[in-house]
């Protein structure tokens, strides 16, 4: 198995981004984006999912942060499309359940190459800091159309935002982790049609 990573480079008149990452890393982050709270919650999925991930981003902070944020899913998400490949050998599916304090959130996906998201939380606030909580499900549909992968993130519940959002991250990187370990039991892609 050769080194399974991605680089992106994305330059618009809105961001310049740059993204280097490796699924079968250390779990190292080193993130400069301009978005303390997500550069926050992207180590954590690091972290916790054993990849070793870099982020260099400029945006136009100036106005919000939304451009950042979605360009940073859309670049995250063609890195991760570059490291798992063809998807050969892979176990395609993974899921986890993470718990933080008060609350709990459940991420389910599939490296079927057919993105869609569904992203279900409570009411939560709408600021964790100067990070706008409503640009969340935007950073997760851009992984999710440019990664090729089915997402259900499920914030069960919980009353402390950040808490809800840190358990998304975690367990983000925990399935996605279960999700691109190789299976040795199988030598081409895991679908009957025989392509994802």
């Known amino acids: 198995m050769g080194e399974r990573t991605g680089r992106v480079d994305r330059k618009t008149n809105e961001t310049d981004i740059r993204v280097e990452f490796s699924l079968d890393g250390q779990g190292t982050a080193s993130l400069q984006t301009g ?49 798992v490949g063809d998807r050969k050998s892979i176990r395609r599916y993974g899921e986890a359940h993470v718990p933080m304090d008060e609350a709990c959130a459940r991420v389910a996906l599939d490296l079927s190459n057919r993105p869609y998201l569904v992203y279900e939380a409570p009411p939560m606030a709408s600021r964790v800091g100067t990070f706008e909580t409503e640009l969340m499900p935007e950073f997760l549909r851009a992984l999710s159309q440019r990664g090729g992968i089915t997402l259900h993130v499920h914030v069960m519940y919980g009353s402390n935002a950040h808490h809800m959002l840190e358990a998304v991250f975690k367990a983000l990187g925990r399935a996605l982790d279960q999700a691109t370990q190789m299976d040795p039991r199988r030598t081409g892609v895991p679908s ?4 994802l």
């Open 35 to 83: 978005v303390p709270f997500l550069d926050h919650m992207l180590t954590l999925f690091a972290v916790h999912g054993f990849f070793d991930l870099t982020i260099q981003a400029r945006g136009d902070l100036e106005i919000d942060a939304h451009h950042t944020v979605e360009d940073m899913g859309l670049c995250l998400g063609e890195a991760l499309a570059c490291a």
């Open 192 to 195: 009957s049609k025989g392509m």
